[in-house]
């Protein structure tokens, strides 16, 4: 069965560095998410992006983040100056034309940690 | 406002006992769809079921069991003779056409079922 496959599955990085998240999607899925949990919290969206453009976001979704599919394969959520508050789990789903019946698949999620 | 909500935070059961687990959701979409997923301590998402708002039987999978009234806006999860392996935290969400199918999650419902 087709996966979405998240890496790394655990970072860690110091406060005030930029981080990059890689998610590969299902290869002929179109829409791509990014959702994030903090440890015992409820997941949170972050971001849609259908297009080749961010089409949601959330107001976790500031100016720090930043999402690109830079070569039609990957999915990528860049954050550019992490905070300790930044530590969570993220993970990525993509899904396919015509609506979840068709197809809604999360990846196993990065654990980020922020030191 | 809460648009799905999981009222039971945490619930301890004796193995093989049955147990259910409440979701109550909101929305204005006449096509939206529910999800349940299961949170290992491993962290990661399992996929469970997707009901989409058309379809309002209920489902049977082995010892799961999903119960879907429109009338009530529920979404509940029964687990019958329930299994120390079931023990995780389970989630449901929404997801709305209007917003480009992007899940909103409720809080989460802790099981423990002791041995």
């Known amino acids: 069965e087709p996966e979405v496959t998240q890496t790394p599955s655990h970072q860690v990085t110091q406060m005030g560095q930029e981080v990059i998240l890689r998610c590969v999607p299902i290869?002929?899925?179109?829409?791509f998410y990014w959702y994030r949990q903090i440890l015992g919290q409820k997941v949170e969206f972050l971001v849609s992006?259908?297009?080749?453009?961010?089409?949601?976001k959330s107001e976790i979704f500031d100016d720090q983040f930043s999402v690109e599919r830079p070569d039609g394969s990957n999915f990528t959520l860049k954050i550019r100056s992490t905070k300790l508050e930044d530590s969570a789990m993220y993970f990525c789903?993509?899904?396919?034309?015509?609506?979840?019946?068709?197809?809604?698949?999360f990846g196993s999620g990065t654990r980020l940690t922020v030191v | 406002a809460q648009k799905v909500t999981q009222a039971q935070t945490e619930i301890s059961v004796v193995e093989k006992e049955d147990v259910t687990l409440d979701c109550v959701y909101e929305?204005?979409?006449?096509?939206?769809?529910l999800f349940w997923y299961k949170q290992p301590p491993s962290g990661e998402l399992v996929f469970l079921i997707r009901?989409?708002?058309?379809d309002e039987q209920n489902e049977i999978s082995g010892r799961y069991s999903w119960n879907f009234q429109k009338s009530t806006s529920s979404f509940n999860f029964t687990i019958t003779a329930s299994q120390v392996v079931d023990s995780a935290v389970y989630f449901c969400?929404?997801?709305?056409?209007?917003?480009?199918?992007?899940?909103?999650w409720g809080a989460g419902t802790k099981l423990i079922i002791k041995p």
């Open positions: 789903a993509s899904r396919s034309f015509g609506g979840p019946n068709y197809g809604y698949t």
């Open positions: 290869s002929n899925h179109l829409y």
């Open positions: 992006f259908y297009n080749n453009e961010i089409s949601e």
């Open positions: 929305t204005r979409d006449t096509t939206y769809y």
């Open positions: 009901r989409n708002s058309f």
């Open positions: 969400a929404l997801s709305e056409a209007s917003s480009n199918y992007q899940l909103i």
